[in-house]
């Protein structure tokens, strides 16, 4: 038996496809809320490709804990947390947290989740549109009005 662990995926790893591109592998997924958060595209790229005002997604407290946002939380062998790790440059560039997520069947379960670290996010950067399109690959799994406020987030391009 292997020691697992709860992934939240908010990010482009939300899309099954590009996960598993990554070499990540998993047990079981579902669909879960984080209260209190939003999904951000402020964390400055290490490469922006050339686009200026290029953000990557992030999460960050909404200002009067209101509020939910939707996400993935894979659970998985313990041993791709090195992965995890290297994807997301952790601690360089993100922090590992615990928290804790509500399932949609009302059960609580904690997971890790990587969030930017203060000094690597800035204000008005916005996703692109390639990156809003892994998103739209992942639209069964979002509530529909979500997934449309999603949608009608500004691009730089």
Do not use: C
């Amino acid at each position: 038996m292997v020691d697992a662990v709860h992934f939240f995926a908010y990010d482009e790893l939300i899309n099954e496809e590009v996960f598993k591109k990554h070499g990540l592998e998993y047990i079981s997924k579902s669909s879960v809320s984080l209260s209190g958060w939003t999904r951000v595209f402020n964390k400055i790229p290490k490469d922006n490709g050339g686009q200026e005002g290029l953000g990557h997604a992030n999460i960050e407290p909404t200002a009067d804990t209101a509020g939910m946002m939707h996400g993935e939380l894979y659970e998985m062998d313990e041993k791709f947390v090195v992965k995890l790790d290297e994807i997301f440059d952790h601690p360089n560039e993100y922090q590992r947290k615990v928290m804790r997520f509500n399932r949609h069947d009302f059960l609580m379960i904690n997971g890790i989740v990587y969030v930017a670290k203060p000094d690597k996010i800035a204000k008005g950067l916005k996703p692109s549109k390639a990156m809003m399109k892994v998103f739209r690959k992942a639209k069964k799994l979002f509530p529909m009005l979500y997934f449309s406020r999603l949608m009608n987030t500004p691009t730089i391009d």
